[in-house]
């Protein structure tokens, strides 16, 4: 039937029709994804798949579990329920060195009291662990390994991922069983998504947006995917899995061996790389080969594990409390290249962080040319004792930003000298100063120091702050150069005319190429008019935007719930900070000192005269939802400090009274809160409300 003539079709021809589309989609998914040998081109298959889609929507009381539309997507999970693993997931022991692994040897022959054993090695995937339950052949849950004891389900999201069967095939199968594996996203796939970022970056850019950060690497961009609640967004990213553990109550098979066959034929993606020894020897060499080889495949490996074949050697060898004694991992030694360091030059970061470049003579890394590494700080180059000519080893873990781990003492020529720290501000000449105890040197002049004040700009125009979407750092660093602004106050200064057709030079910081560029009208109205959008920006989110170290997002948002207004907050004591609930000495400290600057408080009055709120207004989520309605508030709480939950009551016009009377409404009760109160109000009949009842009377009014 390729056209689906609904009016024709009766109940029980759209039932068979889903059963056998659904089962002819889920073959042919499985000659695509794990045989690589399509039968059907893929226009015929998402015609299917439409058909099938079509006819699910309409009768959806016969959409079978295992439907392979739920490969698409698009469900949505607020949060995924945690449940507890039938068998603990346990990790394994592991090493890096040869030797150890002739011990872990021993032991097992010693265990087993034999040496008539064999291993199965296998990669170790660098992904992150999942496990699967199936019942009955169709796959029921896909958790992740949480504590080990307990983890996430998230199915929906492990459906998406076509090489995980959704029924097994093939008739014969346990009737309950478990595998384990690792989701990964290929090397391919994590560089064209690290692509889509950069085009993006590009449109942004031209746009005047700032940038949104690459992935940093394929493993916890996994994990982050693996936890989204769009599954739609899931399937997009393309993630897979190799499954290496069988585990059931019945234990159905006598080798790790058998069950890995057994995985194989009933269509899961087994990695063929793995090998039988009977020998540590032969361990041994196995290691050797991948160590060579392992960058040629399409996944991310950092070594081996070893386990022994036989399940009833495995039970005999048993557990430590923390790890099987059947098996254990060799990690390879992260990849390094030895390359010469052609100079050190110096990067200064929005809080006048000083971070040390090596800049290197390009070399071939893990597969792509690097050219310069983090050296930290002034420690680590004393450290390393690294010195201009010298020939470095630098290795690359799982992060894009590779390291200098040691220096090639016998190939020092003569006459090297050892690095100089610098003393004065790369970008502004300012002496660097370094407190004590802290690693990195730092520029004392935020005032004017180029770096700092725009990345001060950057911040303040963040999306989470004053969300300015319509400027870029390029547009900045031109207002910056032409005088413009010298802080991001001055944004509020700027008119239309000021920056219409305004023609500035941009330098290429890699290069030193020099390209004109200007603004156009059509973006000079934009940028002015989502400036003057910025001013209905709330203040907590202002707070966050002033930039004042060590207060992000959340603590701004306590500081102004408690202070309510910029000026209480800047004439709080340090004393008067700290009481704030989870506001510690550090936190407070830097407040204080950010308000003792005079700059900071000039910039902060040009904001209050631009119209910026500086104060806590009614919020667009308050309302007058508790007008007419008498708290009384005591105890201790979990999540809100106490006068933030007063706060709360009055910005949704709700009043606080200190005692209860007759007239209270509701005794909002924290912990350590007396009994004398809670006896008042059961007398009076007044309803106590717990932290969490107070919350939901707060989400649904
Ligand atoms: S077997 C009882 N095999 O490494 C141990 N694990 O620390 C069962 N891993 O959590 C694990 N590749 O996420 C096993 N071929 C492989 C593996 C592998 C990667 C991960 C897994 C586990 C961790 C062990």
């Not at 360091?341 to 040319?369: C, H, K, S």
């Not at 040009?606 to 508790?626: I, P, T, Y």
């Given at each position: 039937m390729n056209e689906i003539d609904l009016f024709s079709m009766d109940k029980e021809q759209a039932k068979r029709q889903i059963e056998s589309l659904t089962e002819e989609l889920n073959h042919h998914n499985?000659?695509?994804?794990?045989?690589?040998?399509?039968?059907?081109?893929?226009?015929?298959?998402?015609?299917?798949?439409?058909?099938?889609?079509?006819?699910?929507?309409?009768?959806?009381?016969?959409?079978?579990?295992?439907?392979?539309?739920s490969r698409v997507g698009g469900d949505i999970t607020k949060d995924f329920e945690t449940v507890a693993h039938k068998y603990p997931m346990l990790s394994l022991g592991n090493t890096y060195s040869k030797e150890e692994l002739v011990d872990f040897d021993g032991r097992v022959k010693k265990g087993l009291g034999t040496d008539d054993y064999e291993y199965i090695c296998e990669l170790k995937f660098d992904g992150v662990a999942i496990s699967l339950k199936y019942e009955n052949g169709i796959l029921d849950r896909g958790i992740t390994r949480g504590d080990g004891t307990k983890g996430d389900d998230i199915t929906t999201n492990v459906k998406t991922i076509r090489s995980i069967p959704l029924k097994i095939r093939g008739e014969k199968y346990p009737a309950s069983f478990e595998v384990r594996g690792e989701v990964f996203m290929s090397k391919d796939q994590f560089i064209k998504l690290n692509e889509s970022v950069e085009k993006e970056n590009e449109i942004r850019e031209a746009e005047g947006k700032s940038p949104v950060t690459l992935y940093a690497n394929a493993r916890n961009t996994t994990s982050g995917t693996l936890k989204m609640q769009d599954s739609g967004i899931v399937a997009s990213r393309?993630?897979?899995?190799?499954?290496?553990?069988?585990?059931?109550?019945?234990?159905?098979?006598?080798?790790?061996?058998?069950?890995?066959?057994?995985?194989?034929?009933?269509?899961?993606?087994?990695?063929?790389?793995?090998?039988?020894?009977?020998?540590?020897?032969?361990?041994l060499a196995y290691i050797n080969q991948w160590d060579q080889e392992r960058h040629k495949l399409s996944v991310e490996t950092d070594g081996i594990v070893i386990k022994v074949n036989s399940i009833a050697h495995q039970s005999e060898l048993g557990f430590t409390a923390k790890?099987?004694?059947?098996?254990?991992?060799?990690?390879?030694?992260?990849?390094?290249?030895?390359?010469?360091?052609?100079?050190?030059?110096?990067?200064?970061?929005?809080?006048?962080?000083?971070?040390?470049?090596?800049?290197?003579?390009?070399?071939?890394?893990?597969?792509?040319?690097?050219?310069?590494?983090s050296l930290h700080n002034a420690n680590e180059i004393e450290r390393l004792d690294v010195r201009i000519g010298d020939s470095v080893n630098v290795e690359k873990g799982g992060e894009i930003i590779p390291k200098i781990t040691s220096v090639d003492l016998t190939s020092r020529s003569a006459g090297t000298q050892k690095v100089e720290y610098i003393s004065r501000c790369p970008e502004c000449d300012t002496e660097l100063i370094r407190k004590?105890?802290?690693?990195?040197?730092?520029?004392?002049?935020?005032?004017?120091?180029?770096?700092?004040?725009?990345?001060?700009?950057?911040?303040?125009?963040?999306?989470?702050?004053?969300?300015?979407?319509?400027?870029?750092?390029?547009?900045?660093?031109?207002?910056?150069?032409?005088?413009?602004?010298?802080?991001?106050?001055?944004?509020?200064?700027l008119k239309f005319e000021d920056i219409n057709d305004l023609q500035f030079e941009e330098?290429?910081?890699?290069?030193?190429?020099?390209?004109?560029?200007?603004?156009?009208?059509?973006?000079?109205?934009?940028?002015?008019?989502?400036?003057?959008?910025?001013?209905?920006?709330?203040?907590?989110?202002?707070?966050?935007?002033?930039?004042?170290?060590?207060?992000?997002?959340?603590?701004a948002e306590k500081l102004a719930q408690h202070f309510v207004t910029i000026d209480r907050l800047i004439s709080a004591s340090f004393d008067e900070i700290v009481q704030v609930h989870e506001i510690g000495d550090r936190i407070a400290e830097s407040v204080v000192s950010f308000?003792?600057?005079?700059?900071?408080?000039?910039?902060?009055?040009?904001?209050?005269?631009?119209?910026?709120?500086?104060?806590?207004?009614?919020?667009?989520?308050?309302?007058?939802?508790?007008?007419?309605?008498?708290?009384?508030?005591?105890?201790?709480?979990?999540?809100?400090?106490?006068?933030?939950?007063?706060?709360?009551i009055k910005q949704h016009g709700g009043k606080v009274a200190s005692s209860i009377s007759s007239k209270t409404n509701y005794l909002v009760a924290g912990s350590n809160m007396g009994p004398a109160k809670k006896e008042k109000a059961d007398s009076l009949g007044i309803t106590i409300l717990d932290e969490s009842s107070f919350r939901e009377l707060l989400e649904n009014d």
């Open positions: 499985y000659l695509y994804y794990q045989k690589s040998k399509p039968e059907i081109s893929d226009y015929e298959f998402d015609t299917r798949l439409k058909e099938l889609e079509k006819l699910e929507s309409d009768f959806p009381e016969f959409k079978l579990p295992h439907s392979p539309t393309k993630l897979d899995c190799y499954l290496y553990s069988y585990l059931d109550d019945a234990n159905t098979f006598e080798t790790h061996e058998e069950s890995l066959h057994f995985l194989e034929k009933s269509g899961f993606n087994v990695s063929q790389t793995y090998r039988k020894c009977t020998t540590i020897d032969e361990v790890n099987p004694r059947w098996a254990i991992s060799y990690k390879f030694k992260a990849e390094s290249a030895l390359t010469r360091l052609n100079d050190i030059t110096y990067q200064v970061g929005r809080t006048g962080a000083i971070t040390p470049v090596a800049e290197l003579e390009p070399v071939l890394l893990a597969g792509t040319t690097v050219k310069r590494a004590e105890g802290e690693a990195q040197h730092y520029c004392p002049n935020q005032e004017s120091c180029p770096p700092q004040v725009l990345g001060r700009i950057e911040h303040f125009i963040s999306r989470n702050a004053l969300n300015i979407e319509s400027l870029g750092p390029r547009t900045i660093k031109g207002f910056l150069n032409k005088g413009l602004i010298h802080n991001a106050a001055g944004l509020y200064s330098t290429d910081e890699e290069t030193g190429e020099v390209t004109k560029r200007s603004i156009k009208e059509k973006s000079a109205k934009n940028i002015i008019e989502s400036i003057e959008k910025s001013k209905e920006i709330p203040f907590e989110r202002v707070l966050f935007g002033l930039g004042i170290r060590y207060v992000g997002k959340t603590v308000f003792e600057n005079k700059d900071n408080i000039q910039m902060i009055d040009a904001l209050k005269d631009a119209g910026l709120s500086l104060r806590v207004v009614q919020s667009e989520h308050a309302d007058d939802s508790f007008k007419g309605i008498t708290f009384v508030v005591s105890g201790v709480f979990e999540s809100f400090g106490r006068d933030e939950l007063k706060n709360l």
